[in-house]
């Protein structure tokens, strides 16, 4: 008789470097699904907001590290969080199918390397992309926020019909565009994407990853709205013979994520006290946008 231990698959370890942990409920959600056609798969998520605080979870994320086979570091700006891990991180780069580093400080985006895209190699049209993506022109001024994402959308697009080196520059910025659009379904598309086409699993080839999803860059939520998210502010709920209205300004990543609980029990609260409430959110830290397109002149 076997020994159902020499059966079970080896356990593959996809692990998530980021600033909070807003990310994890969807990895959570996805993970049943993901494990079907990837048999031993683990996920894990590290906050680096937790670091400072809690010397057992920066053991746990170095642990996590150390193990991976594919590392996706994200929003790791802050010289003590980068300091923290980077031993590993750097460690990691050079043994792992995959490393991905995406908005982030240069440091670790330097860090990614995806079959033959080293971007501690930059080439010449690599760097111009680069550029282009992080703003500045002639005058130093920096690219909007819908300029960069246009370009995130649009680049993929144009690559896919480059062969060679580029295919990695595509999932690289692939990768990018699904982090962005964090969603359960942008989520569970990126890890399929990424091990499917690096995982040292060759069985595992065929998987196909939905493209990424496109949500508003700035837009409106309300968890009583249908479909959540929307443009329209005539769709948000609105109480009988409301006394005012308020505006809130939301982030957009949580609202994708479903981590919404502190802003439903915000809205509803205040919606109880016989308030209008507008949530708006945009991409990225800049509100503007979203207080241009839809608290100015409602408030």
Known sequence: MLDSRILAPAPYRFVVITLDAH???????????????????VVSIHAAAEWAGNPVALAEARAAIDSADIVVANLLFL?????????????????????VGVIADPQIVKLTKMGDLDMAKPASGLAAIMKKLRGGGDKGKPASGEKQMTLLRRLPKILRFIPGKAQDLRAWFLSMQYWLGGSDENIEAMMRFLIARYARRTEW??????????????????????GRIGTDPCALPR???????????????????????????VIHALEARGLAVIPAFASGLDGRPAIAAFHQGRI
């Open 23 to 41: 990310a994890a409920g969807p990895a959570a959600r996805v993970l049943p699904r993901l494990a079907q056609d990837f048999p031993g798969l």
């Open 79 to 99: 010289e003590e969080h980068i300091n923290a891990v980077l031993p590993q991180l750097q460690a990691a780069r050079e043994r792992c199918d995959a490393f």
């Open 205 to 226: 080839r065929h998987v196909r990853a939905a493209a990424p999803i496109d949500y508003p860059d700035v837009g409106l939520y309300h968890p009583d709205m249908a």
């Open 239 to 265: 109480p009988a013979q409301a006394q005012g209205t308020v505006g809130l300004l939301l982030m957009r990543s949580y609202v994708l994520a479903k981590d919404t609980a502190h802003y439903d029990a």
